[in-house]
């Protein structure tokens, strides 16, 4: 079964902290994405990545093919960086333009 | 540039009424995507359009959905005799080709059953 498990599920942070949120996935990808939703929100998307690593301002996505493992860091965190933070990936094969999603990292930074 | 956008954004219906949802992709776009998120649940993958053609609808519930993408105009998501459980809330996404690009999202429309 094709699965994206992210940890943690719910996660507190002072303000200045480095964030990290774990994202797994069960079979071969052709790509994995991150996405922000605030509260009752719209969905950004953060980045789009298939390998490495990429970085924009404080946040960072890095990806191991081998390991089936992606993670996202924020550093010098704020409070504005509170959201729910989504972690999908397009499984390879046939339908490679679905994305399949996780059920999201609710992030809480105190001030 | 306008980006992906979705009207209605919040949408009251009671039971046994129609919804119908619509998404106007970013320009240059004719690839769209319906999700739906039902509370405390993640987002799911309900279908797949290009212009005046379904893809993939592998995601919608058999009964009552439907989903359109005409050669001019809005996709619009069509929910017939709405329940309860329908209240959820429905975003779509649009991309400029369908394979291994990004998909940009819409603000969602929030439907409430009541």
């Known amino acids: 079964k094709n699965e994206v498990e992210q940890s943690p599920q719910n996660l507190t942070a002072q303000e200045g902290e480095f964030i990290t949120i774990n994202c797994s996935y069960s079979?071969?990808?052709?790509?994995l994405h991150w996405l922000q939703q605030h509260p009752g929100g719209g969905i950004v998307s953060l980045f789009m990545?298939?390998?490495g690593k990429k970085k924009h301002g404080r946040l960072i996505a890095t990806i191991n093919i081998q390991e089936k493992h992606s993670s996202l860091h924020i550093t010098a965190s704020h409070p504005r960086d509170s959201a729910v933070y989504i972690c999908?990936?397009?499984?390879?094969?046939?339908?490679?333009?679905?994305?399949?999603f996780g059920k999201g990292t609710l992030l809480t930074v105190n001030p | 540039n306008a980006g992906v956008m979705q009207n209605p954004r919040h949408l009251v219906r009671r039971r046994g009424q129609e919804a119908r949802l619509r998404c106007s992709p970013m320009?240059?776009?004719?690839?769209v995507y319906w999700y739906r998120q039902l509370p405390e649940e993640g987002l799911k993958f309900m279908v797949y359009?290009?212009?005046?053609?379904?893809?993939?609808e592998s995601g919608m519930p058999k009964e009552r959905f439907s989903a359109e993408f005409p050669k001019e105009g809005p996709s619009i998501l069509r929910i017939q005799q709405v329940v309860r459980g329908d209240s959820a809330a429905y975003f779509c996404?649009?991309?400029?080709?369908?394979?291994?690009?990004?998909?940009?999202f819409g603000p969602g429309t929030r439907l409430t059953v009541t």
């Open positions: 999908a990936v397009r499984f390879s094969g046939g339908s490679n333009y679905k994305l399949t």
């Open positions: 359009l290009q212009k005046e053609n379904i893809i993939d």
């Open positions: 320009k240059g776009h004719s690839h």
């Open positions: 990545l298939s390998s």
């Open positions: 996404a649009s991309s400029s080709s369908g394979d291994r690009v990004e998909q940009y």
């Open positions: 079979v071969g990808i052709s790509a």
